[in-house]
């Protein structure tokens, strides 16, 4: 198996790794950014927000899917660190009517780690959002990957296959990149030629062409153009539209694996979606491969975690999930976090794991994939060995003790919360 060799940064490889100051008006501010992005890095923080208000910016972390408050600043100083991302991204320090989008690195601890920048005007000022993408991160293989071993084996049996199309869906942030670079690394050998079209390109793994996306290259052209490089497995970032979606779904019934991403609540209202993109019912039956979703679900800490009694609330949410009878009586304790934490964990959270949702085309699924009808499909799914939904993936792991039931009902969406 080919290996990763580190994240993309040949076209700032000569630019400084901190933020400089260039007088003693900025001194403050260069200082705080170099300081607060080390720390996020350390922290293993996915996102950087910088908000402005009437009086002052408020700077929040994505910690574990969640935000949270670390500091805040001036007015002031707010326009100092706006004036150095725009000089770090190369963009306009006077055109501030429009979002701007960019990029920069920054090292830490010998490491480096790659910068997405949004910058949004508002009202008051600007919202800065950066996405921080750890290059020293662990690549982790199919076999790595935290997930139930019928859906590790179901995935394997599906990428076996000469061809076909498997789709991976979820919100933003639900691990998705992760899962689809495992699978990746499990096809990748020498006997087959693999074609990425990404943005941004996440990992550079040896043995693997991978294109990213511009203004001009967007997924529909590239995927044109990979389809002349005789590829076997392609990879598209993300399906957004009509012609990707076609394309896509094409390419799987012509002898290709292809592998991407949709933005929807549930694996089989992948269906719904790829019909809402203009995908011919009877193409997109012939084509798929998989439909399957995926969250990530905040886990208990071990060590403080606290007991809970099985109520009769939790016990109804549980039933209409359709767990049954025999799992709901296996257990007469939930657990909550200790809002307080302890040495091992943050307020009582220790770390996130994935929960997944997986359809595969059986006779009884093609035939209501061809008939458009999502109710048939999910009918289908229900008589499938691998089949359960977030919500039953994700209670389960409530019932074992891994996390809590109102998180459960935070992340799928079912219920209501318990306070």
């Known amino acids: 198996m080919h290996k990763p060799i580190g994240r993309v940064h040949h076209e700032v490889a000569k630019e400084p790794t901190e933020f400089i100051s260039t007088g003693s008006t900025d001194a403050g501010a260069v200082a705080f950014l170099n300081d607060i992005f080390r720390r996020a890095a350390r922290e293993s923080i996915s996102d950087l927000h910088f908000e402005d208000t009437d009086t002052e910016c408020i700077i929040r972390f994505r910690r574990n899917g969640e935000l949270v408050e670390v500091a805040r600043q001036s007015a002031q100083m707010s326009r100092e ?3 150095q991302f725009r000089v770090k991204c190369k963009k306009s320090l006077v055109e501030r009517l429009t979002p701007q989008d960019g990029k920069f690195r920054f090292d830490v601890d010998g490491r480096f780690v790659d910068v997405r920048v949004s910058i949004l005007p508002i009202g008051v000022g600007q919202s800065i959002v950066c996405r921080l993408l750890d290059q020293q991160a662990t690549l982790m293989t199919l076999d790595e990957l935290q997930m139930p071993e019928i859906i590790r084996s179901t995935i394997r049996t599906v990428v076996s296959q000469p ?4 789709l991976v869906t979820g919100p933003t942030g639900s691990g998705k990149t992760t899962t689809l670079y495992g699978i990746l690394q499990h096809l990748n050998t020498p006997k087959v030629k693999i074609i990425t079209a990404e943005d941004p390109i996440e990992y550079r793994i040896s ?19 990979m389809l002349r490089q005789d590829p076997d497995i392609i990879l598209v970032g993300e399906i957004r539209d009509s012609e990707t979606a076609r394309i896509a779904t094409q390419a799987a019934l012509t002898g290709h694996i292809v592998l991407s991403t949709l933005h929807t609540n549930s694996a089989a209202v992948s269906l719904t979606r790829m019909l809402d993109l203009g995908v011919d ?21 071990p060590h403080c975690k606290v007991e809970t009694p099985v109520t009769q609330y939790a016990i109804g949410q549980m039933k209409s999930q359709n767990l049954t ?3 709901i009586a296996s257990v007469d304790i939930l657990y909550e976090p ?4 302890c040495e091992h964990c943050t307020k009582g959270w220790a770390g996130r794991t994935p929960v997944f949702e997986l359809i595969i085309p059986t006779p009884e699924a093609r035939q209501a994939i061809e008939e458009g009808n999502l109710k048939s499909l999910i009918r289908a799914a229900e008589g499938q060995q691998q089949y359960q939904t977030l919500a039953q993936h994700a209670m389960r792991m409530a019932l074992d003790g891994s996390t809590s039931l109102n998180e459960v009902m935070s992340v799928t969406g079912s219920g209501f919360f318990i306070e």
């Open 81 to 83: 660190f706006d004036k």
């Open 163 to 166: 061809q076909g199309l498997f």
């Open 207 to 225: 043995g693997i062409v991978q294109a990213q996306t511009n203004e001009r290259l967007t997924f529909a052209s590239a995927l044109k153009s």
């Open 281 to 301: 019912q009877n193409a997109l039956a012939a084509s798929v491969g998989g439909f399957m979703a995926q969250r990530l679900v905040r886990c208990l800490c």
């Open 325 to 327: 009878d025999d799992e």
């Open 338 to 341: 200790d809002r307080n934490g």
